[in-house]
């Protein structure tokens, strides 16, 4: 099963390319930028990867990036993520970034732009690896702020091809940022948000109706609301759901225990994704794999949903048909 699960075609569409900074490229970035790490070594920096939740995680997450300074870094960063994806057996990337965090080090938005964007030429070029770039508020962070970087990246709207919200979900809720998104969709953005993971379903709810997303990152919670799990199968807004994340985060004490089997019972349209993949554990094919030896799902399962990926995955009409008739021959 792991072979197969190798080689089938499969859409990463929840991935924080700062998450998939790895210590050894955060090690080397640091000694490129003349930065001191509080680290002595690339294990004692693995060794504190054991979070007792989110916030915990968002502490080193943030940490970690201030090795980023250049567009080479940002380059680096996604080239670096892109050749263990595609080596992996993932045609497609939809990278999330956070400018907020990077403006707030005096790193401003072309340098971000240019480096991830040239990575993502490059990645195409080398592998026929698909990409779509999302650029994502911090929910914990004004809303007005994000409002000044939407209004920032005017120039380069073009190359955007979401925006998204994530950051610490507990207290800030989705309806916090009703103008930035409102916004967005009059600047012809497409909109996913963060909801329901540690926050509650109601949160789900808020980012449907208030903020008008097309897709749900995470959203293990809904199932507490069958009102809002029935609308999500008969809507068939898609989840893109990330295992490994929500049993490093302690969102689930076992991978045995989550809600996937109920949500795929449910009928939900079901994506799975590494979400922040140096710290939680693996990319998407590690989160496969956790799923197979957790559920014992069948080769029918893992298709479909890859298939779901695909289906809703920011692509060319061509790309798409491409992806699943390559998916079809898996």
Request: aromatic residues 8%; hydrophobic residues 45%; contains cysteine.
């Amino acid at each position: 099963m792991k072979d197969w699960l190798k080689t089938l075609p499969k859409v990463e569409l929840h991935l924080h390319i700062e998450g998939s900074l790895e210590p050894e490229l955060m090690f080397a970035l640091a000694k490129r930028n003349d930065i001191t790490l509080p680290y002595a070594s690339v294990e004692e920096v693995r060794e504190a990867y054991d979070f007792d939740d989110l916030q915990s995680f968002l502490d080193l997450y943030y940490q970690g990036m201030a090795v980023l300074r250049t567009a080479d870094d940002f380059f680096d960063l996604a080239m670096d993520y892109f050749r263990r994806a595609q080596a992996e057996g993932v045609v497609h990337v939809e990278l999330s970034f956070d400018p907020q965090a990077h403006l707030a080090r005096g790193i401003e938005m072309d340098v971000q732009i240019e480096g991830l964007t040239r990575a993502m030429r490059q990645a195409e070029r080398e592998w026929g690896l698909s990409t779509a770039l999302i650029m994502s508020f911090l929910r914990d962070r004004p809303a007005e702020e994000a409002m000044s970087v939407l209004e920032r990246a005017g120039p380069y709207l073009e190359l955007l091809d979401a925006v998204g919200l994530d950051s610490a979900e507990r207290d800030n809720p989705p309806s916090k940022f009703a103008e930035v998104f409102a916004r967005a969709k009059l600047l012809g953005l497409p909109r996913v948000a963060h909801a329901g993971e540690e926050g509650p379903a109601e949160y789900i709810r808020q980012a449907l109706d208030v903020l008008d997303v097309c897709r749900i990152d995470h959203g293990v919670r809904c199932l507490e609301d069958p009102e809002l799990a029935a609308r999500l199968r008969d809507t068939q807004v898609p989840l893109t759901v990330c295992p490994l994340s929500n049993l490093r985060l302690k969102v689930v004490d076992d991978m045995r225990d989550h809600p996937l089997p109920g949500l795929l019972d449910a009928g939900l349209k079901l994506t799975i994704n590494s979400d922040d993949p140096a710290y939680f554990g693996g990319g998407v094919l590690d989160n496969y794999l956790a799923c197979h030896h957790a559920f014992d799902w069948n080769k029918d399962t893992f298709r479909g949903l890859a298939r779901n990926a695909i289906e809703v995955a920011f692509m060319d009409e061509g790309r798409r048909r491409m992806l699943l008739a390559d998916l079809d021959a898996a």
